[in-house]
């Protein structure tokens, strides 16, 4: 588990996870300089480490396209252009009427990594519209010369970018290694939600224990939290349609709500309750209750705080209206903590209900 380290049983390590809700902005500024810190700090933890990128490549280069999208929006703004509510790089780049705003090698950055109109490719296995997944096993990306090319671009006070990393050997055949992702080694929602998780971790120990600053990485930590919890649910259901007929048929793939998919996993209309749970083991019984309990008043609390599944990534909701984030004292730690207690739950379920004759392989 990846918070199997911390002990979140002291109050000192509670308190490091207090946010000023003051702090929180509904800007495209603050949005950027959330997420390039948070960018910052995975780098410089990433370079400390051999071979410890790769693990979280799906959640990193997320990241940096989101990025780059909030990027593109806070400089919309800034130059007083309209722009429509989409994810399309492209289209966003397309919005400045005077493309020499645009630094030199910038659109060609911003490009390399429109591989979809929004991002999926990042955050999910399969593409919706072809079924198939979106990189082959040999797929790789390069990040080292993406992160190269960036530190050469020059900011303007017409067009305002962020530090993302800090300078490197770009040439060192190590780095340059460890910053090689191999897009097909991730296969399946298990292994995208496990690169994710891996991400939460680097943050999460930064927070606890290298001084970084909560105040700037809760956005992303609370975004890649909401999209493991998605991923979970939507594997555990995408595995139980294998071993049984009383799994909805909707299309799960298409489904962001927590809300939505807990209910079909275990909700009103969950197949958790739709088998025959007093055929268990009466300590388990107690067990999937106690983590069903836990785990809904985590998905609740997140359900309500991102009821779209887009406040933790934009400052405007879809109709161009700002949004706040109101978070009272302690809970972003009880957020992290129910995460680690309920994680059992939402990765084991199914084995459980096998091993209880419940389910068949």
Known sequence: MLLRKFDFSDSE??????????????????????????LEKIFNKGLQRNYALNCRARAILFLIRHYYEICLKKNLALNGYIFTNTHDLKELLDCFQDQSLIPVGFKDLVTKLNYDLDGACFRYYLDNKTGKPFFDYKDRIELSEIIKKYSGIVSSDKFKIDKICEPFDYDNRIKKWNFTFHMGECR???HIRTQYDN??????????????????????????VRHSLELALKHNLSKARKLTNIVSDKRIEKIH?????????????????KVDIEKMDLKTQE???DYKRQYEE???????LDTNSMFF???????????????????????????YLTDPFIT????VLIEEGLLTE
């Not at 120990?205 to 990485?217: H, I, M």
């Not at 990534?313 to 109101?326: A, L």
């Open 257 to 273: 709500s927590l809300e939505q998919l807990y209910n079909l996993f275990g909700g009103s209309n969950g197949y958790i309750n």
């Open 188 to 190: 399946g929602l298990g």
């Open 313 to 339: 990534r934009f400052p405007v909701d879809s109709k161009g209206k700002n949004h706040s984030i109101y978070m009272k004292g302690h809970r972003l730690f009880e957020i992290l903590k129910l995460y």
């Open 199 to 224: 991400v939460i971790e680097f943050l999460v120990e930064g927070v606890l224990f290298e001084s970084y600053d909560v105040n700037k990485v809760y956005l992303p930590l609370l975004f890649l």
């Open 298 to 304: 985590l998905n609740t609390t997140i359900h309500q």
């Open 287 to 289: 067990q999937l209750n």
């Open 348 to 351: 084991f379920t199914n084995d």
């Open 13 to 38: 390590s509670r308190d490091k996870f207090i946010f000023d809700k003051e702090i929180h902005l509904a800007t495209w500024e603050h949005y950027c300089d959330c997420y390039s810190y948070t």
